[in-house]
């Protein structure tokens, strides 16, 4: 059995939903990005403490209909690509956060 | 500004979110700018509690860009507590700060709270310039120093300098510095009037001659000949467009809690201590007014070859005494580029021919006091040039300065 994989929100993240996305601006490189409804749903529910297949299990299979061995597949996809931004932060621990706010939604 | 943010911007201006705030924490400073538009008193801040309050209020109506400014911000005993509260609300957040406060540790502590970029003003490359502008001894290297510091940390810094008579001299000196020093660099051509509109300030601006210069330099203009080229006729889609951001996706809050559309635009729209954010930012009739202006209303503008390129502020232009009228400011940059004179300036110059001989009288007697404290820093030529005296006048009165 694979190990459980963790995500965090990096503290030094700029996040604010505008309509349906999430505008993201990684800090180091004023780099912007927009986050679609999925990655929107990750990003809010990455505590650091929630598994990644948990959040996909109870946030996204149920919001979206799709299978949660796809799901899964691309929700870590997905995280991965995001960690490379700079915008989450995987661990196969549970993830202590400096911030822990979740951002702002309207 | 990147495709990604301005296609942001145009949806924050379809959902009427306020994108973009610059909030500054006090009018106090360290440094007493030649040029500055601030009193620097203080007439009653918002409290830490107040600030705190108003962050939360701003991230729910979904303020994403937050510009804490001042006066100078490390003035704040409480600006590392507000600062931490910015990030908790996930700000993207840009200071502007003189920095001279800045030292190693308040670098790092930038840095760990993931501040955007840090915005310091610097006038010179040369401390007798510099420290002559800011009138605080030692600012110079206190802000070079600082600047280093945030460097090392790996932070974005921009160096932001004011083209005014007394560094005319220095705007190339000052971008070596910058690069040296790894910061971008930022040149404003534009002294502003006070925010009380006390107008005496303008002495400072640099004149047409210096602009027309500038504006051809292709180490400022990345293409002259366009910068510089005649402007198309102004079409129906330039008679609709907006002015600027001001109002529509950005605002402006003091550090009394006025609410304004800019930091330049002082027309008091609310204050956040009386009301909350976002009902000022959606209800305010003066706001709305703001938001209804389009270049087919404006005076002159309409009519004026520059509609469809002008740099037009708004701001500027209530601070002259219209917000629907001309900015005299920006109608002389585009004089300087384009050679061609804008309707206002047709009009003042048809103005200046009426006038009786004692108001020439008045512009004479103002030559003395514009350059006299400064021949020794930017050389006569350009004194008399800033001071827009034209070379016929050079009388006696001038030469004798």
Known sequence: MSKKLYVARSPRIAARMLGEEMLVMAGQGSTLFTLNPTATILWQAADGVTPLDQIVESRICSEFEVQPEEAIRDAEALAADLAKHGILLLSQEPIAQVNSSAPVTR | ?401
Not at chain 2, 30 to 47: A, K, P, R, S
Not at chain 2, 157 to 164: D, E, S, W
Not at chain 2, 193 to 206: E, F, T
Request: overall charge negative; aromatic content about 6%.
């Open chain 2, 1 to 401: 500004m990147s495709a990604l943010l301005q296609e942001m911007s145009e949806r924050a201006l379809r959902l009427g979110v306020p994108l973009s705030v610059q909030l500054d924490l006090t009018y106090r400073c360290n440094e007493q700018c030649v040029h500055c538009y601030l009193d620097h008193d203080d007439h009653g801040e918002m409290t830490t509690a107040e600030i705190k309050h108003l962050l939360k209020e701003m991230a729910e109506a979904g303020v994403f860009i937050l510009t804490l400014s001042g006066g100078e911000i490390f003035l704040r005993k409480d600006f590392f507590e507000i600062l931490e509260c910015a990030r908790a609300l996930t700000f993207c957040i840009k200071l502007k700060t003189n920095a001279v406060m800045i030292r190693e540790a308040q670098a790092a502590r930038l840095r760990d709270l993931g501040v955007e970029s840090i915005q310091v003003s610097i006038y010179s490359h040369r401390p007798e310039v510099h420290d002559a502008i800011t009138k605080l001894p030692g600012s110079l290297r206190r802000s070079m120093n600082a600047i280093r510091f945030l460097k090392s940390q790996g932070l974005k810094v921009i160096m932001a300098n004011v083209l005014m008579t007394e560094n005319l001299q220095d705007i190339h000196g000052a971008r070596a510095l910058a690069e040296e020093l790894g910061a971008e660099y930022t040149l404003d051509p534009t002294v502003t009037p006070m925010m009380d509109g006390d107008r005496s300030i303008l002495k400072l601006n640099a004149g047409e001659g210096v602009l027309h210069n500038l504006f051809r330099d292709e180490s400022f203009v990345s293409d002259a000949d366009e910068f510089c080229a005649t402007p198309p006729a102004p079409n129906e889609e330039s008679m609709a467009s907006l002015p600027c951001s001001a109002g529509h996706t950005a605002c402006y809050v003091s550090p009394y809690g006025e609410f304004y559309p800019c930091v330049q635009f002082p027309l008091s729209c609310g204050n956040v201590r009386q009301q909350r954010f976002i009902d000022i930012w959606r209800n305010s009739e003066r706001l709305q007014e703001v938001r209804s202006i389009r270049l087919r209303d404006l005076s002159g503008c309409s009519s004026c070859a520059h509609g469809s390129t002008c740099s037009r502020c708004p701001g500027l232009a209530f601070l002259e005494g219209n917000m629907r009228g001309p900015s005299t400011a920006d109608c002389e940059k585009s004089f300087a580029r384009t050679g061609i004179p804008s309707v206002n300036l047709l009009a003042k110059k048809e103005l200046a021919k009426t006038m009786p001989a004692p108001a020439r009288l008045i512009q004479i007697q103002l030559v003395p006091a514009v350059t006299g404290s400064r021949l020794s820093s930017v050389g006569a030529p350009q004194a008399l040039a800033a001071a827009n005296v034209e070379p016929a006048n050079l009388t006696s009165e001038a030469l004798a300065l």
